[in-house]
């Protein structure tokens, strides 16, 4: 469908269409959509940027997948549409393992994501050999090269279930989610409220100023953090945000 560039929700709007072409694909599942649409909701009365908090966890998250033995990128259909390449960029400055986890799983689905990530030249796991304990969704499908032998794991979008097995298994989880009251967001070691496709290209501009810090000076960026600090901001910000527009419409 042709949007004209100048319709006021321009990007939102081109969003939508790479994830409804990702449906036809094969890649994006029906529920993404849904997924996506509550994405949006939380950032709209987020203002649609990325605040300070965000910028701080991203940050942190990126010295976390530095300081790693074995950092991996957990992607899904939605990540993999939205935010591909630039997880490719990332995986790349990182030295991070990026493998195909999903919700609704089959082999043929792996495969096809398996098959769009790599056209941005970068190796996608998806062995599919290995299971974490603990967890009854199809997210418990792993790869034993993959996000079984990882000590830290960055995950967009994740579902919820799985956040909380990963730490079981001793790993630091990193949470890409928009909504900050989730059970993910409030169970990941470090949450970033933000957009995926604003949150990778921040974290790979902060990967460029990371590379060639110490072990020191990165250890220092991820011990003055605070998770639930970064949560209470976040919900502090939609608080802010819509007085504000509630006030600029003069309505109290
Ligand atoms: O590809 P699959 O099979 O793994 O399925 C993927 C979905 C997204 C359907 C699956 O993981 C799912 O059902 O996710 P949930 O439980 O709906 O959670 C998705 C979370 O991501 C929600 O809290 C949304 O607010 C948030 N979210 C949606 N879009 C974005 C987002 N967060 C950051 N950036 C987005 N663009």
């Known amino acids: 469908m042709m949007i004209p560039k100048s ?6 709007l081109i969003l939508r269409e790479k994830l409804v072409e990702g449906v036809r694909d094969g890649v994006v599942v029906l529920q ?15 203002g649609e940027k990325s605040h300070e908090f965000a910028l701080k966890a991203e940050e ?17 259909g939605n990540t993999a549409v939205l935010s591909g390449r630039e997880i490719a960029e990332l995986a790349k400055l990182t030295n991070a393992k ?27 796991l998806a062995g599919c050999d290995a299971e974490l304990d603990g967890l009854e969704s199809a997210r418990r499908i792993v790869d034993k090269r993959g996000i079984y032998i990882a000590d830290v794991v ?6 919820g279930d799985r956040c909380e097995v990963l730490k079981k ?6 949470a890409i989610d928009l909504n900050p009251l989730s059970r993910t967001a409030r169970m990941a070691d470090v949450t970033i409220v933000d957009n995926v496709v604003r949150a990778i290209p921040n974290m790979i501009k902060i990967a460029k100023r990371l590379k060639d810090l110490s072990r020191n000076e990165l250890i220092k960026i991820v011990e003055s953090y605070d998770n639930k600090e970064v949560l209470v901001k976040a919900i502090y910000a939609i608080r802010d945000y819509l007085t504000k527009v509630a006030r600029d419409l003069s309505i109290i």
């Open 7 to 12: 319709h006021p929700r321009y990007k939102s």
């Open 32 to 46: 993404g959509l849904i997924a996506h649409g509550r994405g949006e909701a939380f950032d709209y009365i987020l």
């Open 60 to 76: 942190v998250a990126v010295a976390l997948m530095l300081l790693a033995k074995n950092p991996v990128i957990s992607v899904n």
């Open 98 to 124: 990026v493998e195909v986890n999903v919700f609704h799983f089959s082999k043929e689905r792996v495969g096809r994501i398996k098959d769009y990530l790599e056209r941005f030249g970068i190796e996608v």
């Open 154 to 159: 960055l995950v967009p979008l994740e579902d």
């Open 169 to 174: 298994h001793g790993k630091k989880v990193i």
